[in-house]
């Protein structure tokens, strides 16, 4: 399998974003903000028709839409926080409708808009190596050093914000990292499913964890396997390489869903 | 004492909603143990958001030590309890993770915790008698020991002020109890200054140095003591 350039490529550029992804979602999750990247990823879709209107790199253009509509989201959430969903409702809508509008007047409906879609991992050239390598190194060293004030908030925002800590400025580089994180998994499993991978491992993890530094590094672990299994399953039985991540992490929740029900009863009695 | 929240003749108003609050001054001074009590409703968990800067008033003037509340730059000498629904037990965190979380503002976002920090922690969570539960996920404890955990939290920076929002609400008598001594302990040993909203007193009352009454405005601001007789049900509606 390693003999071909473009799997190695491909587990290269799918280790950084199996790392990334459930890092971020992480704190996502624990703010009760899963569906957060579906939204965002509708915004990158736009993005990416617009790179194509203009006739700019649609990674690019994808990762500024993506940041920018992140950080709408979280200030419309924090202006009315009794009302998140439906600011995300409204940049979700709004992305979709935008990108459609987009991709006709660019006549882009095509191959190249499915790979955004669907992934294309195996299409992974060294440049967007590159890009996910620095991007990714950036976004896991960001979550590193503001891991415990990101998890002050994510574990009681309010106290958080009496205290001082800046809630706000935290929150918008959250929103921010989700941002990035969404552009630069967009070639591993495509705009439809990136918000799986942020999700998936870190629901997976939180039943089998012993503590938040646990849920993490595990989250972040099953992503990583979910995404080198994935791709190990669509080379050799020839099937979609996003599709097939994301059901290797849908499988790790299940089973890590039964594991702990079943560890639990075995305590209880 | 100087002073360390104080309302001058504040009105709060929900967006687009009438009047939850009016006419209110209040001035709690370094040292004391003020409970704020009324009915669901009466505006006592506002005026606590507008003390602490969290809402800002639509009339009057709110300070927290000395400044405007909104603006306050000493706000890492505040512990603060948030009523329990909006807190995420269900977060896969123990009690020392917790209980570390409360120390992000004193030392800031970017600081790695020190020896001295651990100790903090260590010692928050033996104030509260959970040593033995320290290394445990919070969503395991009962409601009490979560209860207890929180408010290790809020101690872990050694606060000043200490603020309780609604603290009793959903625990049983004995973890009442229990916080009624863990607060009587705070106050008498350490000065803390504690700001207490409650719609149950039970145990706390006879610690608390004033009683203030809210429904609307402050209809009662003085020691439980000379509360009329037919008002001694604080969360009473004729309050």
């Known amino acids: ?269 | 004492m100087p002073l360390v929240v104080q309302l001058r003749d504040v009105a709060y108003a929900y967006p687009g909603g009438p009047p939850v609050l009016r006419d209110v001054d209040l001035a709690v001074e370094a040292g004391e143990f003020v409970a704020i009590a009324g009915p669901n409703g009466g505006g006592k968990t506002t005026l606590l958001r507008v003390a602490l800067g969290l809402e800002r008033p639509t009339h009057g003037t709110a300070l927290l030590f000395g400044e405007p509340a909104q603006h306050a730059t000493r706000r890492s000498r505040i512990g603060y309890l948030a009523q329990r629904a909006r807190l995420g037990v269900e977060a896969p965190v123990t009690v020392r993770e917790l209980v570390s979380a409360g120390l992000v503002a004193r030392r800031g976002v970017l600081a790695r915790p020190t020896a001295e920090d651990r100790a903090r922690v260590e010692d928050a969570i033996a104030r509260v008698d959970l040593t033995a539960q320290a290394s445990r996920m919070v969503s395991r404890l009962s409601g009490g020991q979560q209860q207890r955990a929180f408010v290790a939290k809020a101690l872990a920076a050694r606060p000043e002020l200490l603020v309780l929002d609604e603290p009793t609400a959903g625990v049983d008598v004995d973890a009442q109890e229990s916080l009624a001594r863990l607060l009587g302990e705070l106050h008498r040993d350490l000065g803390v200054t504690i700001l207490l909203v409650s719609h149950e007193f039970g145990a706390v009352e006879p610690l608390v140095d004033r009683l203030v009454l809210v429904r609307g405005s402050i209809v009662f601001d003085g020691s439980p003591g000379a509360l009329p007789p037919t008002w001694h049900d604080p969360s009473h509606a004729h309050v």
Do not use: K
């Not at chain 1, 600011?87 to 459609?100: N, P, Q």
């Open chain 1, 1 to 269: 399998m390693f003999d071909s350039e473009f799997m190695r490529l491909a587990f290269a550029a799918g280790a950084i974003v199996g790392l990334l992804a459930p890092a971020v979602g992480f704190f996502l999750v624990q703010r009760r903000l899963s569906l957060i990247g579906d939204g965002i990823g509708h915004i990158a879709f736009a993005g990416v028709a617009l790179g194509y209107l203009i006739g700019v790199s649609p990674v690019l253009t994808a990762l500024i839409a993506s940041v920018a509509g992140a950080v709408l989201i979280e200030v419309l959430r924090a202006r009315r926080p009794e009302a998140a969903d439906q600011a995300l409702a409204l940049v979700f809508y709004t992305g979709i409708a935008a990108g459609v509008v987009l991709v006709s007047s660019a006549g882009a409906l095509d191959a190249n808009l499915f790979a955004f879609l669907f992934g294309s991992i195996l299409t992974v050239t060294h440049g967007d190596l590159a890009l996910v390598a620095v991007l990714g190194a950036a976004g896991l060293a960001l979550v590193a050093v503001l891991y415990r004030a990101f998890a002050a908030v994510a574990l009681d925002e309010e106290s958080a914000r009496v205290s001082g800590v800046p809630v706000g400025l935290l929150n918008v580089l959250l929103a921010g990292l989700a941002g990035v994180t969404i552009a630069v998994s967009m070639r591993v499993v495509g705009i439809l499913l990136i918000a799986a991978l942020m999700v998936l491992p870190v629901t997976a993890a939180s039943r089998v964890a012993w503590s938040l530094r646990s849920a993490l590094l595990l989250a972040m672990a099953i992503g990583d396997g979910s995404v080198c299994l994935g791709l190990t399953l669509s080379y050799y039985g020839d099937l979609a390489p996003g599709g097939a991540i994301v059901l290797v992490a849908a499988g790790a929740f299940a089973l890590a869903a039964v594991g702990s029900s079943a560890f639990a009863r075995a305590r209880t009695g």
